[in-house]
């Protein structure tokens, strides 16, 4: 079962719930889903992977969100925003220790050919593709650069 047959089942257990929050937050990534299917350019399919880098960014602009929330004095929004967050999270694979994310990287620098901090580029994009989902764009490139600084 693809990821967007998953969110539309859980969309139905969370009906029978009556679990409101998942039921929305579910509801909202399957709209997600379907613009990216029916985007100019798209071919009216939605892979996978394309499908976990949508509630990654979902996860990340929640989580802006609710922060800016705290930032601002309502933890009542930050706590929904937090919520849906948590819902979200559950569709996107184990989240990546930095060790994990290291080791990765090495590979990534050793099959791109990468030999100094000059190569950043073409190891960042190797990287995020290959991470897509398990880890943070921030932790992505902190891990680069610093495996790069020691190589050049």
């Known amino acids: 079962m693809n990821l967007f047959d998953q969110i539309s089942e859980g969309i139905k257990n969370a009906m029978k719930e009556r679990d409101a929050v998942r039921r929305d937050t579910l509801?909202?990534?399957?709209?997600?889903?379907?613009?990216?299917?029916?985007?100019?350019?798209?071919?009216?399919?939605?892979?996978?992977?394309?499908?976990?880098?949508?509630?990654?960014?979902?996860?990340?602009?929640?989580?802006d969100a609710a922060e800016q929330f705290i930032a601002g004095g309502r933890q009542d929004l930050a706590d929904e925003e937090l919520a849906q967050v948590k819902v979200m999270e559950e569709f996107l694979p184990k989240a990546?220790?930095?060790?994990?994310?290291?080791?990765k990287i090495k590979a990534v620098i050793a099959e791109v050919?990468?030999?100094?901090?000059?190569?950043?580029?073409?190891?960042?994009?190797?990287?995020?593709?290959?991470?897509?989902?398990?880890?943070?764009?921030?932790?992505?490139?902190?891990?680069?650069?610093?495996?790069?600084?020691?190589?050049g």
């Open 27 to 63: 509801r909202n990534v399957k709209k997600e889903f379907i613009e990216a299917k029916t985007a100019g350019g798209a071919n009216g399919e939605l892979s996978d992977s394309e499908a976990l880098k949508i509630i990654a960014k979902m996860v990340k602009k929640g989580k």
């Open 96 to 103: 990546l220790t930095p060790e994990e994310i290291s080791e």
């Open 113 to 151: 050919g990468a030999t100094s901090p000059k190569d950043m580029g073409r190891v960042m994009k190797a990287a995020t593709a290959k991470l897509a989902g398990m880890a943070d764009g921030k932790a992505i490139s902190a891990a680069v650069k610093d495996l790069l600084s020691k190589l």
